[in-house]
């Protein structure tokens, strides 16, 4: 119940292509949904979140697209570009908690 | 530009060794979680601490890992013997409480041999 599980383990696009990249819950105590990128070498940063009363969130080329009905979150990359290569994490935490539960993460490349 | 800090940023050692990891969090921030990073497991909560105090360390092999913060600029994680199955990266994040956003450090990247 505490598992996010995260799909596809890894990816390929042609620059210019729409990356989606999912994740599904079980726990619908989980109330804030963040997705994490990751650069070789680098630790994780924040890319974009969102919590379960709205249906989308956009930011640039980025997209979280939320269905709680499925327990289903999801990132979209559009216009993918060879600078967006690198590791996704989504995440889920629960109400009041510190916590966040990691997918397993998903490979990008993007090639030009 | 805060940002969370770790040394050392690589560690060679030899099984049976003791390992000794450092992180400094962001000024500021109160709750620090150290993360274990491998391609099998993806990433792992070892532990994390609200106000320095341990409040889940259950992600942690009890018997030879130890997490402390002596103080709000420093958290610890020391593994104490190595054994070649720890080879991974250990990353550091820090973040306010109940304040969403985790900010990571660099990682070390220990290998065991």
């Known amino acids: 119940q505490q598992q996010v599980k995260q799909s596809p383990q890894s990816l390929i696009v042609q620059k210019g292509g729409i990356s989606i990249i999912n994740c599904a819950y079980e726990?619908?105590?989980?109330?804030?949904f963040p997705w994490y990128q990751q650069f070789p070498g680098k630790g994780p940063a924040l890319l974009i979140a969102?919590?379960?009363?709205?249906s989308e969130k956009k930011e640039g080329r980025f997209t979280i697209s939320f269905n709680k009905s499925a327990k289903q979150f999801s990132l979209h990359i559009m216009d993918s570009q060879p600078g967006d290569s690198a590791t996704y994490f989504c995440?889920?935490?629960?109400?009041?908690?510190?916590?966040?539960?990691f997918g397993t993460g998903t490979r990008l490349q993007v090639f030009p | 530009d805060a940002r969370v800090t770790q040394t050392p940023r690589d560690k060679v050692t030899e099984m049976g060794q003791e390992v000794t990891m450092r992180c400094q969090p962001i000024?500021?921030?109160?709750?620090v979680f150290w993360y274990r990073q491998t391609m099998m497991q993806g990433l792992e909560l070892l532990a994390y601490?609200?106000?320095?105090?341990?409040?889940?360390d259950s992600g942690m092999p009890k018997d030879r890992f130890s997490a402390e913060m002596p103080d709000a600029t420093l958290a610890t994680l020391k593994i104490q013997p190595s054994e070649p199955r720890d080879s991974a990266v250990y990353f550091c994040?820090?973040?306010?409480?109940?304040?969403?956003?985790?900010?990571f450090g660099p990682g070390t990247r220990l290998l065991v041999l």
């Open positions: 994040a820090s973040g306010t409480v109940l304040g969403e956003t985790q900010y």
């Open positions: 726990n619908t105590a989980f109330d804030y």
């Open positions: 969102i919590r379960p009363d709205v």
């Open positions: 995440a889920a935490s629960l109400y009041n908690t510190d916590k966040l539960i």
């Open positions: 000024l500021g921030h109160n709750t």
């Open positions: 601490f609200r106000n320095r105090a341990p409040l889940d």
